[in-house]
C-alpha cells in the first residue's frame, strides 16, 4: 500500500489512564474508499481508539496522520473541519424540526454560522436544494416535512447521517450506527453505508459481526488494547486469537 491509498494512518497510538493502557502501541491503516470495521470484545479499547482518532482524546504517545497530515495534536473541530467526522458530533437532531429542517442547519453549521433557535426560519430557507439532496441520498424524501420526533428509530439514524453528510467528510466515523436497532432497521442502515460509501470512507464501530462481515473490506480487531488481528472477514473470524478473545472473556 503506498501513503496515498491510506486515508487515516495512526502509528504506536498509546492512550494510558491512570497507568491503565487502554490502547497500547496500536497501528492502524484505513484505506482510501475502503469501509474499515473495529472490533473486538468489551473493555478492548475500541471507543478509546475512537475518541483517539477524532481528537475527543489525546494519545499518551504516538502519531496520527489524515490525508499525510500530522493531526496529532489537531483538536477535533479542526479535524472535522479537515474532512473526518464522527457521527455523534452533529447527531443533535432537533425533535421538533423537520427532517429537512435539520438538514439545513447542518449546512449552516458547515457555512460556520451560530444556529440561531428563534430566527431559524428565516435563513434555513436558503438551503432548500441541497438539504432536500443529502435527504434523498438517505432515502428520506418521503419524510421531509415530518419532525424529527416522528420518525421511526431506524429513520432517526438515517437523518444523523444526513446532518452528518451535510458536512462533506471524506472520511465518517460512525460508533456502533447498529446499537439499538430492530432486524428490519439494521438492513435499511446497512445498506445506507454500503450505498453512502461511494467515493468516502467509512470507520465504524460496531457489535453486529454480521453487518461487519457484510459491509467491511477491512477488519480490525483489538484485545486488551492492542490489535490481535487485522484482514477481511474470512481471515480474522478464522483466526484461534480472536475466537479465544471473543470467547475467553
Ligand atoms: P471498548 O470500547 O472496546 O469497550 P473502551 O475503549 O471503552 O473499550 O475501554 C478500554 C479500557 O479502558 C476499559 O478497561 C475501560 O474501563 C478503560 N477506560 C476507558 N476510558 C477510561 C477513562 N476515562 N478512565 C479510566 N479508564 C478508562
Redesign the pocket.
Given at each position: 500500500m503506498t501513503g496515498s491509498d491510506l486515508i487515516l494512518s495512526a502509528k504506536g497510538m498509546t492512550k494510558q489512564?491512570?497507568g491503565?493502557m487502554?490502547?497500547n502501541n496500536v497501528d492502524l491503516d484505513v484505506r482510501r474508499g475502503s469501509i474499515h470495521a473495529l472490533i473486538?470484545?468489551?473493555?478492548?479499547?475500541?471507543?478509546?481508539?475512537f475518541n483517539l482518532l477524532t481528537k475527543f482524546l489525546q494519545p499518551t504517545s504516538g502519531t496520527i496522520s489524515f490525508n499525510g497530515r500530522d493531526i496529532t495534536t489537531l483538536g477535533a473541530s479542526e479535524i472535522a473541519r479537515l474532512g473526518m467526522v464522527r457521527s455523534f458530533q452533529i447527531s443533535a437532531v432537533f425533535p421538533k424540526l423537520t427532517v429537512i429542517e435539520n438538514v439545513r442547519v447542518a449546512l449552516q453549521r458547515r457555512r460556520g454560522t451560530n444556529f440561531d433557535f428563534w430566527r431559524a426560519q428565516t435563513v434555513l430557507g436558503e438551503f432548500d436544494a441541497e438539504a432536500m439532496r443529502r435527504v434523498e441520498e438517505v432515502g428520506l424524501e418521503d419524510f421531509a416535512h415530518h419532525t424529527a420526533q416522528e420518525l421511526s428509530y431506524g429513520r432517526k439514524r438515517a437523518l444523523e447521517i444526513a446532518t452528518t453528510l451535510a458536512l462533506e467528510p471524506e472520511m465518517l466515523l460512525l460508533d456502533e450506527p447498529m446499537a439499538g436497532m430492530a432486524q428490519a432497521d439494521v438492513e435499511r442502515i446497512s445498506a445506507l453505508i454500503k450505498s453512502i460509501s461511494a467515493g468516502r470512507t467509512i470507520l465504524m464501530?460496531e457489535h453486529n459481526l454480521s453487518v461487519v462481515a457484510d459491509l467491511s473490506d477491512t477488519i480490525t480487531v483489538?484485545a486488551r488494547?492492542q490489535v490481535l488481528a487485522e484482514g477481511g472477514y474470512e481471515t480474522v473470524s478464522k483466526d484461534p486469537r480472536v475466537i479465544e478473545a471473543y470467547i475467553g472473556v
Open positions: 489512564f491512570a491503565f487502554a490502547v473486538g470484545p468489551n473493555g478492548a479499547g475500541k471507543t478509546t481508539c464501530v483489538l488494547g
